[in-house]
């Protein structure tokens, strides 16, 4: 059965010179999500994918928020045209709170910023802090060396087989909602946290 999604977070890159074809990327998902009326939360960052993601469902009617820590603000980092903003004290509040009221996150491509995002979300949703779908947006084989990382951590026992239903892997942009609407119902307890 298909899950309601009206919100997103969505964790993607702030570098500026990526190749094109990650920013067309973007312009697919934004155009989705818009189109079915999916509020988008974001780090809230003017450039690279994070500034195309707000540039584009601002261009298509959609509603984003940007939830940034006060010293980005004051080196200007936040994007000029998107109209609500919330200031956090710090990077550690600032990742709690891309998570209240978000029915899934969405990891595109991006640096390390995105990569420890991610990485703490699987961990919140490990330890039943988090039970919503994570997809990770896999473009053109980005995310193989991270799934192959995490594969390892199984074969090697530091996760278990379970462990991997915490997240779905997509490959195409426009595939990106109906994965979050269609994702596994994620029943794991606290015990289940543990290798053992
Ligand atoms: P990365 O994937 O390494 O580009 O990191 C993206 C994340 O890094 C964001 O969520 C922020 O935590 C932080 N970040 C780095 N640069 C910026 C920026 N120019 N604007 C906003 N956030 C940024």
């Avoid at 999500?33 to 994918?49: A, F, M, Q, R, S």
């Avoid at 820590?69 to 994007?79: G, Q």
């Avoid at 892997?169 to 794991?188: G, H, K």
Wanted: glycine share 8%; net charge negative; with cysteine.
């Amino acid at each position: 059965m298909s899950r309601t999604i009206r919100q997103v977070c969505v964790y993607c890159a702030s570098s500026a010179i990526t190749p094109e074809k990650y920013l067309l990327a973007v312009d697919v998902l934004a155009k989705a999500l818009v189109d079915n009326h999916v509020k988008v939360v974001y780090g809230g960052g003017g450039t690279g994918l994070m500034g195309r993601l707000a540039d584009k469902v601002l261009e298509f009617g959609g509603e984003i928020t940007g939830i940034m820590p006060n010293f980005m603000k004051e080196v200007e980092w936040a994007h000029k045209q998107v109209k609500q903003f919330h200031f956090v004290a710090d990077m550690h509040e600032r990742k709690k709170r891309f998570l209240e009221g978000t029915d899934a996150l969405i990891a595109l491509p991006g640096g390390s910023g995105t990569l420890e995002e991610l990485l703490e979300a699987i961990t919140w949703k490990r330890l039943g802090l988090f039970p919503h779908p994570i997809i990770i947006f896999n473009q053109d084989g980005f995310y193989d060396p991270l799934l192959a990382q995490l594969a390892l951590c199984e074969t090697e026992k530091f996760m278990s087989a379970n462990h991997k239903n915490m997240w779905t892997v997509v490959t195409r942009a426009e595939d990106i909602l109906s994965a979050a609407q269609n994702a596994a119902v994620w029943e794991m307890e606290l015990k289940d946290a543990k290798v053992q």
